[in-house]
């Protein structure tokens, strides 16, 4: 019976493993290497105009924001129900997204207000069913806005529109930016720069990206660690076997040698004492080195920041968000079954172990 349950219980956590393997694998391709986060802590929060937020991207660092609106567009003399998004030319850049077809709008396009339009895969085929669109028109609010380009952002759910935020008499509120380790383009030089303006962390989440992501990656490799933990700490129990019994073999050759007699007479016996003594304690110090890994990656997990429900409306940060809650789930899970496995798998040892002492 017990060992049906041994079966179940490891098939469960391989299970569990698969599905973090998938989610690792997914995460890594979600391009949010180097990307950092600034958004209201209150939803709905005022923004900042273009022009404040704009000067920062030309004298400071790289960012890109959205300005997201649902829309009625026609297009082909049809009505379709889009995600209006204004935002800056270095959109793109800033986020790793490719052109599929033709560019994004120029910075001379979106300082002069042109009404340029570019449309995310799923919006192109939808609404003009092909990617070979460039020089279409698309009316919002009644206004003609030329196609001069496809984007693959990787929203497979959305029709999304992007167009010059300089056409909208709106205000930014989300911002994401790049960060540049090696010219100097740091989380904290990020933060001080938008202190500058009076977005802090009173009143603005401010988050890695790259590290919840990481943070991720690392959850998966954690739980490989707690599975060598388990392997490790069965071999030590069984090191620890062997070393209690040379030790009481040796203490039976004591009452009748001295040490240096022993050493002539018995060297194997003196030699598989030290041998266990040495194997046992390199045991130890791999289960010490793993469980301090382990506690300090997770203080580090701890201290990431939380992509909030209404954080993920913009940029796409719904997949991240939800791979988060996918990672905590099935890592708190694999916890609990493979430990019940774990205690099983010892409790079966120790007993065996008696038996055989018996």
């Known amino acids: 019976m017990r060992t049906k349950m041994q079966i179940v219980l490891l098939l469960l956590a391989s299970s569990l493993m698969a599905a973090f393997l998938l989610i690792r694998i997914m995460t890594g391709q979600g391009g949010y290497q180097n990307l950092f986060l600034v958004t209201p802590k209150i939803a709905n929060s005022a923004g900042y105009?273009?022009?404040?937020?704009?000067?920062?991207?030309?004298?400071?660092?790289?960012?890109?924001?959205?300005?997201?609106?649902?829309?009625?567009?026609?297009?082909?003399?049809s009505t379709y129900d889009v995600a209006l998004i204004g935002t800056n030319y270095t959109y793109p850049f800033v986020l790793g997204y490719n052109m599929l077809v033709g560019g994004f709008f120029t910075k001379d396009a979106q300082d002069f207000k042109s009404k340029f339009v570019v449309l995310n895969e799923k919006g192109a085929f939808e609404t003009f069913g092909s990617l070979d669109i460039i020089g279409n028109e698309v009316l919002i609010d009644g206004n003609p806005y030329s196609v001069v380009g496809v984007i693959n952002d990787g929203d497979e759910d959305k029709r999304n529109l992007y167009i010059p935020a300089t056409c909208l008499a709106k205000t930014a509120n989300t911002f994401i930016t790049a960060?540049?380790?090696?010219?100097?383009?740091?989380?904290?030089?990020v933060k001080n720069e938008y202190k500058q303006i009076g977005i802090n962390e009173t009143r603005y989440e401010m988050i890695n990206l790259d590290l919840i992501s990481k943070i991720i990656q690392e959850k998966f490799w954690a739980a490989w660690e707690i599975v060598l933990g388990a392997a490790v700490i069965l071999f030590l129990l069984k090191s620890l076997l062997v070393l209690v019994d040379k030790a009481h073999k040796s203490k039976l050759l004591f009452k009748d040698f001295y040490l240096h007699e022993l050493l002539r007479e018995k060297p194997a016996e003196i030699a598989g004492m030290a041998g266990a003594g040495i194997v046992a304690a390199a045991a130890l110090g791999a289960l010490f080195w793993l469980v301090l890994d382990i506690f300090k990656k997770s203080l580090k997990w701890g201290s990431a920041g939380e992509l909030q429900g209404f954080a993920t409306d913009s940029f796409n940060l719904g997949f991240l968000h939800n791979m988060t809650i996918y990672t905590n789930t099935v890592f708190a899970a694999f916890i609990i079954i493979f430990t019940l496995f774990f205690l099983s798998i010892l409790k079966s040892k120790v007993e065996a172990s008696l038996i055989c002492r018996a």
Do not use: P, Q, W
Request: hydrophobic share 30%; no cysteine.
């Open 49 to 77: 105009d273009i022009e404040t937020i704009e000067k920062i991207n030309e004298e400071k660092f790289m960012l890109t924001y959205e300005i997201i609106s649902e829309k009625n567009v026609t297009a082909l003399h």
């Open 179 to 189: 960060l540049d380790y090696d010219n100097g383009i740091s989380e904290e030089y």
